[in-house]
Every structure is written in structure tokens, then in C-alpha cells.
């Protein structure tokens, strides 16, 4: 008897544990899942009882998580398809965007190349394949090594539609699984390049982007992304199935508080502007 009474006291304290608790979900975006562990971190220190597990893969995969339930958050460094909209609704999923911070896809050089700046044409013909040699933009003579996203990244998507208009990646473009491998191969091959996010770079140096063949080239930094000067920038989100309530709307608005955004720029992303995240909030 005394033994049963122990195992319902046992079942009772367990049950209490899950229902005074919660355990959130995050997948997607490799460029944003640097940020979602952070957030996740600290949220966690702050609230006991909640567990937050974070995990990349790609935009792509965190919408098609977000879609068969098997996310809570989906993180995002592109907007949903139209063809994933129309997914959502065959499975009754409302989606839900909140814009969570913003950042440049930075175009990487191995730190020994001399080019400093390239043209967003310039950068679409290198990547689709009709500039192949660095002498082509000014640079030596030696062929133009390429490393890229996989087609499942919302920076591969972004870039895409952005600066190749929507023409399709050459060939020989190197994808890599995501944007630390694109900055790791970067930085060991001279005759490289890549892009990516911006928080991400690390031993390579970053080229300016020209809006046009005759404008001042730009770098990525939190100042021309956030007003918008440098030529590739873009808001970074995050989907839920519906408008979040409970926990999940207390940690989104958690992220979008100054706390939040503070430690978003503490990584080297590009936190968004008072008047962006007060917009963003849940209401």
C-alpha cells in the first residue's frame, strides 16, 4: 500500500512538473540559429520550468517542420513561398510572421584577395556563371572559386531572387550546409568567395556592394543595414502556427524587448529599431 502510495505521489509531482512547465521548439534558419540559441539560453536561465530546444537545417526545413507540427517556431531568414501558403492551408496551419531582427548578407573574400568591391551585377554574373575569372572585375588572373547555400536556405533563396534575379546558380557553386562552412572554406582558398550572414564572419573580410556600376559601394554593418543603404539587406522572422499565446507569446515578446535585441547585437546581428520591435509585439 505504501509502496502504491508512493508511486501516485510520484506520478502527481511529474504530472505538476509538465503542466507548470513548458517545452518549446525552434528549427530552421542556419543563419539564425546562432541568435535562437542565445535567446534560448537566457529566456531559460529566467524562467524555470521552461525548456527551449533549438535546431537549424535550413528555412525550408523549419517551414515543412512549422507545417507537420513538428515545431513550435519556425526561424526564417526568408519570407514563406507561395507554394508553402497554399501547403499551410491544405493542413489547416495559420501562419503567424513576426519580424525578429534584421541583417546583410555579407560577400566574402579570403582576406589576401585585393578586389574590395563588386556591383550587384557584377556579383549576379560571377554566380551565374558569365564572370569566371578574377580578372573580369579587376582582379588576377585566376578562376573564381564559388561557395554557396544549399537550395533548402532562405539566404540561398534570398541571394537568388536578390542579386541574381531569380536566374539560376551556376554549376560550379560549391553548396555548403551553411554559412559557417561557406566563411570556413572562404577563408582557407584565396581565389574564393561566399556570402552569407553577416554575424557569421570570421578570418575573411568583407567586399563592398555597389547598387549600381557608378555607386559607392557599401559594407555590410549594423548602420547600412538597419537604414537600409547597403544593397543586401533583409528582416529575419519568425512563423508560428497562428498568433502565439502563453509561453510563446511571452518569449517572442521577450526577444523583441530591448534585453532581447540587446543580446542580438551582443552576436553580431542587427538588432531592429525601437519603433520595428514595439510594431512586432504580440499583442
Avoid at 521548439?25 to 542556419?30: A, L, R, V, Y
Avoid at 560571377?126 to 554557396?148: C, F, H, M, P, Q
Avoid at 553577416?198 to 557608378?214: C, E, I, P, R
Wanted: aromatic residues 8%; contains cysteine.
Amino acid at each position: 500500500m505504501k509502496t502504491a502510495l508512493l508511486v501516485v505521489a510520484a506520478l502527481l509531482i511529474t504530472a505538476g512538473m509538465v503542466i507548470s512547465g513548458a517545452t518549446i521548439t525552434i528549427k530552421g534558419s542556419d543563419t539564425l540559429v546562432r541568435l535562437g540559441q542565445r535567446w534560448a539560453e537566457e529566456y531559460m536561465k529566467h524562467n524555470e520550468g521552461v525548456v527551449i530546444q533549438v535546431s537549424g537545417g535550413g528555412s525550408g526545413t523549419g517551414f515543412a517542420a512549422l507545417l507537420n507540427g513538428a515545431t513550435d517556431i519556425c526561424e526564417a531568414s526568408r519570407d514563406m513561398k507561395a507554394k508553402e501558403h497554399k501547403q499551410a492551408e491544405k493542413v489547416n496551419v495559420e501562419p503567424y510572421r513576426v519580424s525578429v531582427a534584421l541583417d546583410g548578407i555579407a560577400v566574402f573574400l579570403n582576406e589576401e584577395n585585393a578586389l574590395k568591391e563588386f556591383s550587384l551585377a557584377q556579383l549576379k554574373g560571377i554566380y551565374t556563371g558569365s564572370i569566371t575569372n578574377w580578372k573580369e572585375v579587376g582582379g588576377k588572373d585566376a578562376r573564381i572559386i564559388l561557395y554557396g547555400r544549399e537550395n533548402n536556405s532562405g539566404t540561398y533563396a534570398f541571394f537568388k531572387e536578390h542579386v541574381l534575379d531569380k536566374e539560376d546558380y551556376s554549376d560550379y557553386t560549391q553548396t555548403l550546409p551553411g554559412t559557417a562552412a561557406v566563411v570556413n572554406a572562404v577563408s582557407k582558398d584565396v581565389n574564393g568567395i561566399g556570402y552569407g550572414g553577416l554575424a557569421w564572419a570570421k578570418g575573411v573580410k568583407f567586399a563592398g556592394v555597389k547598387q549600381t556600376d557608378t555607386a559607392a559601394a557599401i559594407l555590410p554593418s549594423d548602420e547600412t543595414v538597419s537604414n537600409g543603404t547597403y544593397p543586401i539587406s533583409r528582416e529575419l522572422y519568425w512563423f508560428f502556427n497562428g498568433k502565439p499565446t502563453g509561453e510563446l507569446k511571452k518569449l517572442v515578446n521577450w526577444a523583441l524587448s530591448e534585453e532581447g535585441q540587446k543580446l542580438a547585437a551582443e552576436i553580431d546581428y542587427v538588432p531592429l529599431s525601437r519603433e520595428m520591435a514595439k510594431a512586432n509585439l504580440v499583442k
